[in-house]
């Protein structure tokens, strides 16, 4: 079974600009999870969906925004690009909330 | 609300010895209690999960967890560490309600040294 695929791998970002991120889950699996990882700051929550609803939603400001498509797929946008956004944004996915959640490799973003 | 707290940033043991990563948490009603691990440049690795049942869960690798309702912990535990087994480790935990997201401790990182 292929496991959750993340694209692109690496980004590279200016300022002010926005970017999209996506994710494939593992087949079958319908809920999807978005996080953020910083040296700093650790794994912080973004997002959860669950058959194309948001069920969750983590403290993050409204330039970061989610999305999940009838086939589970989901995407992530942030607008307005910070300095602070720099970070590996990680996927992951579950068939439901008792059942571990599989990552992806994540998105390396960083902004100049 | 919910949380998890690894005590410890960084764990030192030698190759061939017990080792322990400790993880306490906070949860209003039953826990869903997971470790993960994660290797330079890669997303997390599930290694075992508590849901019900049996107190110590065995998982990949050769690892088990122990849970510990009366102190809320969850430590991970294998008894004899590789070199291989170097990496950051995460312990997570979610209520059973569904209405709370995964909540994940800041991370130990494990060096195993031979």
């Known amino acids: 079974k292929a496991g959750v695929t993340q694209t692109p791998r690496y980004l590279i970002k200016t300022r002010g600009q926005q970017v999209t991120l996506s994710c494939s889950p593992i087949?079958?699996?319908?809920?999807v999870s978005w996080y953020q990882q910083t040296p700093g700051q650790g794994l912080q929550f973004l997002f959860e969906?669950?058959?194309?609803?948001?069920?969750n939603k983590g403290n993050f400001p409204g330039r970061f925004s989610g999305r999940q498509f009838s086939n589970s797929r989901s995407e992530m946008n942030v607008s307005t690009l910070e300095l602070g956004d720099s970070a590996l944004y990680l996927c992951?996915?579950?068939?439901?909330?008792?059942?571990?959640?599989?990552f992806g490799d994540g998105t390396r973003l960083s902004i100049l | 609300a919910q949380s998890v707290a690894q005590p410890e940033d960084q764990v030192n043991v030698a190759e061939g010895n017990p080792l322990t990563v400790k993880c306490t948490y906070s949860?209003?009603?039953?826990?869903?209690l997971f470790w993960y691990v994660q290797y330079p440049n890669r997303g997390l690795q599930f290694l075992l999960k508590y849901i019900t049942g049996d107190n110590l869960v065995k998982g990949s690798y050769g690892f088990e967890a122990e849970f510990n309702k009366s102190q809320t912990s969850f430590h991970l535990k294998k008894p004899s560490a590789l070199v291989s087994d170097s990496a950051l480790y995460f312990c997570a935990v979610r209520d059973n309600s569904g209405n709370t997201p995964l909540v994940f401790g800041k991370g130990t990182r494990l060096s195993v040294i031979a």
């Open positions: 087949s079958g699996h319908r809920s």
């Open positions: 949860v209003s009603g039953n826990p869903y």
């Open positions: 992951a996915s579950s068939s439901f909330e008792g059942q571990p959640q599989h």
């Open positions: 969906y669950f058959s194309e609803t948001q069920r």
